[in-house]
């Protein structure tokens, strides 16, 4: 396995277009997270899903943010209508069933820069 | 207010200095983990604390978990330039949920 893969990993749009990032978790893991981080920040939640079912959505995410995870496999992530405020590094990340606490593995991101 | 207070927010030293960070709270938690992110890349878990009081070592870094399970500290001997990086704690607010990050420690390790 070679760990959780995000792509692309870079992704300049221009204003009030849409854009979509796909995220492999690894395989045995039924937990996948999305965070987003802004320089020098950490991480801030987004979403995550266990399985098919999204489980949580922050009350930060515009109605712009949809994600899913089809089939408990990968995973996607889309803005629409996108806003400068929007630049980020968008995270994912997989995990073993949380109730244990077990740590994440995490991506590598998408570096969004909206212009 | 943030539910993780990380202290210092960015140190800068030289090679071979010990430093110590830390993650502060005023609530309880079962757990927390610390992770460590580099430049342009995800965070890599380096630890999970559970008991209170509780230190473990990874070579040159050492955790603990305050007591009260309130509270942890990382302490680094002799820094290496490869230490630079953000330093994260984070923790399970409830049982089965997802992680909170505190908002970092950017250290860099000048050689």
């Known amino acids: 396995d070679t760990g959780v893969s995000q792509d692309p990993r870079h992704k300049i749009t221009k204003r009030g277009q849409n854009v979509t990032f796909r995220c492999d978790p690894i395989?045995?893991?039924?937990?996948l997270y999305w965070y987003r981080q802004t320089l020098g920040q950490g991480p801030e939640f987004l979403t995550y899903?266990?399985?098919?079912?999204?489980?949580?959505k922050s009350r930060l995410l515009s109605d712009r943010f949809s994600a899913e995870r089809p089939k408990g496999s990968f995973s996607t992530l889309e803005i629409q209508r996108t806003e400068q405020g929007d630049s980020a590094m968008y995270l994912c990340?997989?995990?073993?069933?949380?109730?244990?606490?077990?740590?994440?593995?995490f991506g590598s991101g998408t570096r969004l820069t909206v212009v | 207010t943030q539910l993780l207070e990380q202290s210092p927010q960015f140190l800068s030293i030289q090679e071979g200095e010990n430093l110590t960070v830390y993650c502060n709270s005023s609530?309880?938690?079962?757990?927390l983990q610390w992770y460590r992110q580099e430049p342009g890349e995800g965070p890599v878990l380096l630890v999970t604390v559970v008991t209170g009081g509780e230190v473990k070592k990874l070579k040159r870094l050492t955790f603990q978990f305050g007591d009260a399970r309130k509270d942890s500290s990382l302490h680094i001997t002799a820094a290496q330039p490869g230490d630079t990086g953000l330093y994260l704690c984070a923790v399970f607010v409830t049982s089965g949920s997802r992680l909170t990050f505190g908002e970092g420690t950017q250290l860099t390790v000048n050689p």
């Open positions: 395989s045995e893991h039924n937990r």
């Open positions: 899903f266990q399985n098919e079912a999204q489980l949580e």
């Open positions: 990340a997989s995990s073993l069933d949380a109730t244990r606490g077990y740590g994440y593995t």
């Open positions: 609530s309880v938690f079962s757990s």
